[in-house]
């Protein structure tokens, strides 16, 4: 199976938050990463977060980790249209390489 | 400041054809990685490279390979061009390659070249 796992798709109004849910498979990842790809576009990274932490904030964004369940999301709070774009989890595996292995990605939907 | 550029936006070729892809790291960059992203996935790993040596290479065929100059620039080749070879090739840059932390080593992304193999 995938390393890393996303819904595909979600759906949300203008103002609403969005919730973009990850799982990943590598107990050891010590970084955990969320890109956001715009049509046309490259990666950008947003954030991310480091294993030992629960929860990292960031303006609109915030970041929570369940290391139990090694389980990641991604909350946009007050969403925009500008928002809509594909969203990427990713982890970095263990040892000294910092290379992300993503996911297949959220496409994030924004009507007003 | 110009970020990761890459030539050219997108390029068409037919099965069996050779391709090579261009990309031009952020200034004072020394690491360029490569990925694939194929419609509907997330990007694949290829390569890294780090101050012209291989630092790391994902699992492809070794009809890919790669090089960076002098100047840090990369270019990424691929021999007998299949199919399945069709998508987005993304190039990164960094400053590091393993050395220091997240921040020396946060990848920045150039726009992508678009590969057709018809």
């Known amino acids: 199976g995938e390393d890393v796992e996303q819904s595909l798709f979600l759906s949300v109004r203008e103002g609403d938050s969005s919730v973009i849910n990850c799982t990943y498979t590598d107990s050891s990842s010590t970084y955990l990463y969320w890109y956001k790809q715009e049509p046309g576009a490259g990666l950008q990274l947003l954030t991310y977060i480091f294993s030992n932490m629960d929860m990292k904030q960031d303006q609109r964004l915030t970041v929570l980790l369940n290391k139990k369940d090694k389980h990641l999301s991604l909350r946009i709070a007050d969403t925009q249209t500008g928002d809509s774009a594909i969203y990427f989890c990713a982890e970095r595996k263990s040892g000294g390489s910092y290379i992300p292995t993503f996911g297949r990605g959220t496409s994030l939907i924004v009507h007003p | 400041d110009a970020g990761v550029t890459q030539s050219p936006t997108h390029l068409i070729k037919t099965r069996g054809q050779q391709v090579t892809l261009r990309c031009s790291p952020i200034?004072?960059?020394?690491?360029v990685s490569w990925y694939q992203q194929v419609l509907g996935q997330g990007p694949q790993f290829i390569f890294q490279y780090y101050e012209k040596e291989e630092r790391g290479r994902g699992n492809f065929p070794d009809r890919f390979s790669a090089r960076q100059f002098p100047n840090y620039s990369s270019e990424l080749n691929v021999n007998a061009l299949l199919l399945g070879d069709s998508a987005l090739y993304l190039c990164?840059?960094?400053?590091?390659?393993?050395?220091?932390?997240?921040?020396?080593?946060?990848?920045?992304f150039g726009p992508g070249t678009r590969l057709t193999v018809l």
């Open positions: 990164a840059s960094s400053l590091e390659a393993g050395q220091g932390g997240p921040g020396d080593n946060e990848q920045f």
């Open positions: 200034s004072g960059h020394k690491s």
